[in-house]
């Protein structure tokens, strides 16, 4: 190996290298930190496009199907259903796009009163089917709660990536809980996602909020994970509300994020709550970010 340290060209190097001043580097850090935030918010709207791409396809599929169907039988009864089919899976295919087009069209950065309930059903509803495909069991519990102070979009984004990530955890028929609840004396709002799937060990768990920390070796067949970037995202968004996340987990048991997000203001009523499951019991170790 050529001796770096006599090479003419290491040493102009050297010379010519000034050293950064603290401005220079604070520059340099601003810079930085605005290009993980351009990642961050290329890999949502990345991983939004597959989860609606995958839906839309699957609502295509039927139509499709149904229409070969009221084609090929032509009494009355069958082209009926056909017809029925057709006319709710294009219903569910508007849904998609209007979801997605109020994404793209709410990108304002404001912060307004806003429902967490109906933020998850919402997000629910994007995935509905990828849930069937891998034949996860959702336990969803929505508490009466007061509205927060947030960027909807944003907790829309925090909740796919915690979503997602639990999903690719656990593999096919696993269970995630989604519970919502209400702290009074410290006016805050939780939202909590939990699987029941291998869990993190604690060294691990120091890191997934670590921009580019991913144990995936790359995006998935639906095309998302692997970049290391939706938890630290999550984590960034959280703090811009100044709100809590939370991370619990035990190894063979599973993990669970706790999301806290201050009442908004000018809150409304609680809104009107459903219950679809009961709650889970704790899962031990944990980390406040
Ligand atoms: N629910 C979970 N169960 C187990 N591990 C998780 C879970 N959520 C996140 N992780 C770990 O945290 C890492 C970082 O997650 P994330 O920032 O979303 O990046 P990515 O999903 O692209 O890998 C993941 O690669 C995984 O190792
Ligand atoms: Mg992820």
Partial sequence: MPNLALSPRFESAIVTQAPKTTTELQQEIDCLRAQLVEAQKMTALGELVGTTTHEFNNVLMTIINYAKLGLRQQDHESRDKAFN????AGERAAKITSQVL?????????FE???LNSIISDSLFLLEKEMQKYRIELDVNLQDIPQVRAIGNQIQQILLNLLI??????GEGGRIDIRTGFDVENKLVS???????????????RKIFEPYYSTKSGPDETGRGGTGLGLSACRDIVNAHDGKIRVESSLGKGTCFTIMLPVASTCTAP????NMAPNAGPVPTGQNH
């Fill in 85 to 88: 089919k057709i006319l709710s």
């Fill in 102 to 110: 109020g994404m793209a069209k709410n990108r304002a950065h404001e």
């Fill in 113 to 115: 009163p806003t429902c």
């Fill in 165 to 170: 990530n639990a999903r690719q955890a656990i």
């Fill in 191 to 205: 939202m909590v996602v939990r699987d029941y799937g291998p869990g993190i060990s604690q060294e691990k768990l």
């Fill in 271 to 274: 809104t009107p709550h459903f």
